[in-house]
């Protein structure tokens, strides 16, 4: 059993979201209760897609355990968006392997003139956003035009330049919190003007890889031993 847990928990790392639902609907069979397992399945079936079973799992874990933190919020999320909005955000999401540092080309940035806490809760880790320049500053925006955010003025100047010289740039939100939502931007192409200058002063980021594991794994893994991890996590660094 514990050998399926893990491979069922593995899969949901690597995102391979159908090879998780299977682990994890067999392991139901022996244990129909099973809230972790439920949990798992649930989580799998959102980021599927599988939006009705998705909702469906969460509301009979929540019946058993009205105060599973994990349950709560994924469920609040599904009933506060439509299908349309969900099926876009997880179409959306980027995988880990894109986030790799890369000094001049790479950069995180805490976003200011947030949105109201009501439509920023709608973001997940790893959902691509886009940047909607203006004549003075760059907004952030979801691709149905939703306002996020804004990048701070220091970054805004230098950025505009290299937008208005052709460069492009994937950006995805990295973390998010009440008040907090911070972008992880990278430079995918650069315009003839500028080609031979990077968009960022290079510096040492921390590999935002491990960030979306860590969501990840608080979706998927009981709530406790996902803040045991990242205490194990922190020490080692």
């Known amino acids: 059993m514990e050998d399926a847990v893990s491979d069922a928990i593995s899969a949901a790392l690597a995102q391979n979201w159908d090879r998780a639902i299977e682990i994890n609907k067999?392991?139901?069979?022996?244990?129909?209760?099973?809230?972790?397992?439920?949990?798992?399945?649930?989580?799998?079936?959102?980021?599927?897609?599988?939006?009705?079973?998705?909702?469906?799992?969460?509301?009979?874990?929540?019946?058993?355990?009205?105060?599973?933190?994990?349950?709560?919020?994924n469920y609040l999320k599904i009933a506060n968006l439509s299908g349309t909005h969900i099926k876009t955000?997880?179409?959306?999401?980027?995988?880990?392997?894109?986030?790799?540092?890369?000094?001049?080309?790479?950069?995180?940035?805490?976003?200011?003139?947030?949105?109201?806490?009501?439509?920023?809760?709608?973001?997940?880790?790893?959902?691509?956003?886009?940047?909607?320049?203006?004549?003075?500053?760059?907004?952030?925006?979801?691709?149905?035009?939703?306002?996020?955010?804004?990048?701070?003025?220091?970054?805004?100047?230098?950025?505009?330049?290299?937008?208005?010289?052709?460069?492009t740039y994937l950006v995805c939100i990295k973390n998010i919190q009440?008040?907090?939502?911070?972008?992880?931007i990278r430079e995918m192409s650069r315009g003839k003007k500028l080609n031979h200058q990077p968009s960022f002063s290079p510096a040492s980021l921390k590999d935002f890889a491990t960030t979306i594991r860590k969501e990840i794994k608080k979706g998927v893994l009981p709530e406790e031993e996902s803040d045991d991890e990242e205490v194990q996590e922190e020490s080692e660094e």
């Open 89 to 167: 955000n997880i179409s959306s999401r980027v995988s880990p392997s894109l986030f790799i540092e890369e000094p001049g080309r790479t950069k995180i940035i805490q976003l200011i003139n947030l949105a109201p806490f009501r439509i920023i809760s709608k973001l997940s880790i790893g959902d691509t956003v886009q940047l909607n320049p203006k004549k003075h500053a760059i907004e952030v925006r979801g691709i149905d035009k939703t306002y996020y955010g804004a990048i701070p003025d220091d970054v805004t100047f230098r950025l505009l330049k290299f937008i208005e010289a052709g460069n």
């Open 178 to 184: 009440k008040n907090y939502i911070s972008v992880f």
């Open 26 to 73: 067999t392991i139901l069979k022996n244990n129909k209760d099973d809230l972790e397992t439920l949990c798992r399945l649930a989580y799998a079936y959102l980021q599927y897609g599988e939006i009705d079973k998705a909702k469906k799992l969460y509301k009979k874990i929540l019946a058993a355990d009205r105060y599973n933190c994990v349950a709560q919020k």
